[in-house]
T-cell receptor, first 114, second 110 residues
Framework: KAGVTQTPRYLIKTRGQQVTLSCSPISGHRSVSWYQQTPGQGLQFLFEYFSETQRNKGNFPGRFSGRQFSNSRSEMNVSTLELGDSALYLC?????????????FGPGTRLTVT | DAKTTQPPSMDCAEGRAANLPCNHSTISGNEYVYWYRQIHSQGPQYIIHGLKNNETNEMASLIITEDRKSSTLILPHATLRDTAVYYCIVLRNNFNKFYFGSGTKLNVKP
């Protein structure tokens, strides 16, 4: 079956703009998590959604937000972009929120803020 | 969530077994041990996970010590394509939120 897809794959924005990234989970998966990866901080958890509800949230400012739709697709939004938001944004899906089920990651969206 | 400690890098000869250690001395009874790897600029790839018993799949074996304070990921016949950063993660049950540490950079050499 098809894997996790993320769009767009690459994005260049300027400071102060906002951006929306999209993630389509593996068919049948209902949990979607988002991560930010930077060379300095490594992989950091942003938030997780299950059945359109945010279940967990990492330590990121309110400029980072997300949502999940009834078909389990998810979007994350970053408002008022800062240079430090340049990163690889990864989405992962799993069958359920139970850690018994492994997460599958997409290829990521590379965001560059200038 | 329990923290993990991994060596920053390891070398392995192609065709030989790669044994990647992970220390998780503060692990609690309901926490799983997960292993992922990330090949440069790609999304992390699931390898294996376990709770108490040793596990094996088509990619690797996971050996968890009896006290669960450490584990070892074994790639039985490493290839050049196994060169990646390997992450050991401890995950609380019913809590789907990975904390990735720095991982181990495995260099498989011909």
């Amino acid at each position: 079956k098809a894997g996790v897809t993320q769009t767009p794959r690459y994005l260049i924005k300027t400071r102060g703009q906002q951006v929306t990234l999209s993630c389509s989970p593996i068919s049948g998966h209902r949990s979607v998590s988002w991560y930010q990866q930077t060379p300095g901080q490594g992989l950091q958890f942003l938030f997780e959604y299950f059945s359109e509800t945010q279940r967990n949230k990492g330590n990121f400012p309110g400029r980072f937000s997300g949502r999940q739709f009834s078909n389990s697709r998810s979007e994350m939004n970053v408002s008022t972009l800062e240079l430090g938001d340049s990163a690889l944004y990864l989405c992962a899906s799993s069958y359920a929120w139970d850690s018994l089920y492994e997460q599958y990651f997409g290829p990521g969206t590379r965001l560059t803020v200038t | 969530d329990a923290k993990t400690t991994q060596p920053p890098s390891m070398d392995c000869a192609e065709g030989r077994a790669a044994n990647l250690p992970c220390n998780h001395s503060t692990i609690s009874g309901n926490e799983y041990v997960y292993w992922y790897r990330q090949i440069h600029s790609q999304g992390p790839q699931y390898i294996i996970h376990g709770l108490k018993n040793n596990e094996t799949n088509e990619m690797a074996s996971l050996i968890i010590t009896e006290d669960r304070k450490s584990s070892t990921l074994i790639l039985p016949h490493a290839t050049l394509r196994d060169t990646a950063v390997y992450y050991c993660i401890v995950l609380r049950n019913n809590f789907n939120k990975f904390y990735f540490g720095s991982g181990t950079k495995l260099n498989v050499k011909p």
